[in-house]
């Protein structure tokens, strides 16, 4: 098998990318049921419930721990990225877009007619990550385990 087929069989990668669309798709559902409005927009956005990027990280990480053991190294660096990326997703974002709403307001009020509009909605709150790291391994596990790779589901189609 070569790289390139290799790197597109990955059924980790594959399945991680996935729970992350998929939570991208559920902002819509979260969204409307929060304002009772449907925006589709909000699938191509950062943050909102559930977190995207803390589904596909803990996707990725159960899956590497499924792949290769919860004893593997590989799998403690896994676990120690995905602290990060859900500690920065709940903090660090989340604090910039609570700035970003601030200098809009001064902006506006200096200068009514000020384009300056910065992106508020950046980060997640704690409960938006915790659901999004639940997400990820609802669906990498199972994917990986009943259905296995990429290549898999083409032979589900096909055959």
């Not at 790289?3 to 980790?12: K, L, M, R, T, Y």
């Not at 909605?121 to 296995?148: A, D, N, Q, Y």
Request: glycine share 10%; net charge neutral.
């Amino acid at each position: 098998m070569s790289e390139f087929s290799a790197f597109i069989d990955n059924a980790v990668l594959f399945w991680s990318l996935f729970s992350c669309l998929l939570a991208q798709f559920f902002k819509i559902i979260f969204y409307f049921f929060s304002t009772g409005k449907i925006r589709y927009g909000i699938m191509f956005e950062t943050g909102g419930m559930p977190s995207s990027h803390s589904a596909l990280i803990t996707g990725a990480t159960s899956g590497i721990g499924f792949e290769l053991g919860l004893d593997n190294p590989i799998f403690a660096l896994a676990i120690a990225v995905s602290l990060i990326v859900m500690y920065d997703a709940s903090g660090v974002r989340k604090s910039a877009g609570i700035q970003a709403a601030e200098i809009n307001k001064l902006s506006k009020k200096i200068d009514p007619k000020s384009q300056v509009e910065l992106k508020e909605t950046l980060g997640h709150t704690k409960f938006e990550v915790f659901v999004g790291s639940l997400l990820g391994p609802l669906i990498t596990l199972p994917g990986i385990f009943f259905i296995g790779s990429p290549l898999n589901i083409f032979d589900l189609i096909i055959n």
